[in-house]
């Protein structure tokens, strides 16, 4: 079983920062792609942000330039640090790790997600 925490999220004014991070735990053998979605309420699913074990990165088009995605690897850790917030980011932003486990079964893991609220 592998399981994602994440702790974090909050409420932030409008032009202010946050950072998020999300662990992995578990019967990890190792973890290939991880990222970052928003769900804001009434909407789907999007994407915000991936990152690769080897640290290549995508953005959303919404968030380039004031996001920024990245990973400690020895701690099965993603992070989101998010700038100049915008009252549209406001959602619940999940984790997403793609990991293959120690039994060689390979499967995307979520969070359990996290309250991002901007006010303006």
């Known amino acids: 079983q592998v399981q994602l925490v994440e702790p974090g999220g909050g409420l932030v004014q409008a032009g202010g920062s946050l950072r998020l991070s999300c662990a992995a735990s578990g019967s990890i053998f190792s973890i290939n792609a991880m990222g970052w979605y928003h769900q804001a309420p009434g909407k789907q699913r999007e994407l915000v942000a991936t990152?690769?074990?080897?640290?290549?990165?995508n953005y959303a088009d919404s968030v380039k330039g004031r996001f920024t995605i990245s990973r400690d690897n020895a701690k099965n850790t993603v992070y989101l640090r998010m700038n100049s917030l915008k009252p549209e980011d406001t959602a619940v932003y999940y984790c997403?790790?793609?990991?293959?486990?120690?039994?060689?079964?390979?499967?995307?893991?979520w969070g359990q997600g996290t309250q991002v609220t901007v006010s303006s």
């Open positions: 990152i690769t074990s080897g640290g290549s990165t």
């Open positions: 997403n790790a793609d990991v293959t486990t120690s039994w060689g079964i390979r499967y995307a893991y």
